[in-house]
């Protein structure tokens, strides 16, 4: 992805003040700022559009004496947005998944007002079992962003979610707690995502038998990762894939090409061994 304009004017001034790789860092900080304020901007025009929550299809139903086609093998792909976002956030994403993938795929909206990622997770498993009630299929995979992410893992670990939740792909999620913005802990629900709450120290306790696979991308040029590193899934018990994204920020991690064609791999994996690599450039 190129960026232009005024950028390539300042490539000599910043190799003469960074030399070497550190030059290279630094444009590469240049360039995934300018698509972060970019993305920003489109997403601020389709934030009304996600207020609401969608439409729900519903099933068909099945006339007495017809057989009832086969469920396809790949689950519905539940979508779960960000700390005061909505499902305009996956807007791209939702696309190429469904072009791509030929998937169900539906998205929850959370209210800004939540406070408590645990609420937020009952919220979820609700959903998840509406969803399978209509559409037959036993399990769903979920993409979560940034706390959405979170949220969907505390469903899945403490909730009984696994039964129901074949893979979940987190986005920037802060596993172990994020100390950016400390002006925001006047937030209930920001303050549980800082590093040492009780519902992070809930989710780092044992997990054996955890039925979902775990697939997490995190970038090293994420602003919103305070250390980038939390946004790595390690924990013992857990089937967890981290998969780094070199070269774009938070905010692009849903709508990137690239992500996507990751996202898509990695649901579309068969079993646990058959995975992406565990690195992704797209800068």
Known sequence: MKVTGVLPLFLPLCRRLWPGRLAGISMALLKSTALEAAILAGHLLLYPTGLTQERRSPALPTAEGTAQLPVPSAPPVVLLHGFIDNRSV???LRRSLAQHGGQRVESLNYSPLTCDIRAAA???GRHVEEICERTGSPRVDIVGHSLGGLIARYYVQCLGGDLRV?????LGTPHAGTRVAPLADAHPIVRQMRPGSEVLEELARPAPGCRTRFVSFWSDLDSVMDP?????LDHPDLDALNVQ???IGHLALPVHPAVAAGIRENLDAAHPGDTVAGGLTVA
């Open 90 to 92: 996956f807007v791209l």
């Open 245 to 247: 994204v070199t070269g």
């Open 122 to 124: 009952e919220l979820l």
């Open 166 to 170: 074949r893979t979940l792909v987190t």
């Open 228 to 232: 980038v590193e939390t946004a790595r």
